[in-house]
């Protein structure tokens, strides 16, 4: 899990519900559809564990500790999907205690390692790494229309990257891997999928789903011109340049995408 930056999600208390806002008119699904769509839940189930479920975000100070702000942006994000939501005062296995005696449904918290949404009362679990794999593909899916039959470039054959694959193929698509560590050739074909071997190749694919974590590395020069991206890496890869030119044609988020589908996945 790349660990986010204080400056990046500052303002996110303010920016959530104007970006379910915006995701619904990029692609026609906001968060609570985000949810429904990586949880197999109905819409309206996710509305109806709104009015019912409470759901606690609690810091935790383990590792590298806690990154300022961050249990408030999930807790906006979540706020905007309708169900109430707290903060804990207290962090770590305090802060559970707390959220349990407050009568959460729901806890979210994170370490170094995993961001996860935890059911405590049936054990469901949303992890961040599937849920936000899953959400993209589900948004990429939504922006093509229909990917299935379609090839689609996944770009960084990590954890993230690895999922998307597997979700896409899941969905019918035909998928190829591009990374820059030839080392992870041998794994992405023995997976089932083709290989890129020169980004001068990505000019060929309509749609992509990019999970790296270098950028500022890939230019409109580099895309077909008719492209389509769902980018959960962090930072996002597209030069400020090409974010110019694509307006309108990618998804790249911070936090909100795969938080939406962690709460699905817990509810």
Sequence with gaps: MTRLITDWICDMENSAAGWDRELKKLTGAGYREIGSM??????????????????AVVPVTSGLG????????VAAIVRAM???T??????????????HVKDADIV??????????????DGSIGDNNIATASGY???????????????AAVL?????????AQFLADKGADVAV????????????????QWIDDSEELRLYKYIADGTSEGNWLSEDMLAEDVLIAAPGIPFSLTETAQKKLEGRYVHDLLEIGTAGMLGLAI
């Design 38 to 55: 990586v949880s197999g839940w109905s819409a309206e189930s996710i509305s109806e564990a709104a009015e019912c479920e409470k759901v």
């Design 66 to 73: 806690t990154i300022s702000t961050f249990a408030e942006s």
């Design 82 to 84: 309708g169900f109430e």
């Design 86 to 99: 707290f903060v804990t005062e207290g962090t770590d296995v305090n802060g559970i205690y707390e959220a």
């Design 108 to 121: 979210f918290m994170a370490d170094d390692d995993r961001y996860i949404a935890l059911n405590i009362r």
């Design 137 to 151: 593909v589900e948004l990429l899916n939504k922006m093509a229309g229909e990917i299935s039959g379609r090839k």
């Design 156 to 164: 960084g054959y990590g954890i993230i990257g690895q999922l998307m």
């Design 178 to 193: 591009f990374d820059k560590n030839p080392d992870k050739k041998q794994s992405a074909i023995s997976d089932g999928y």
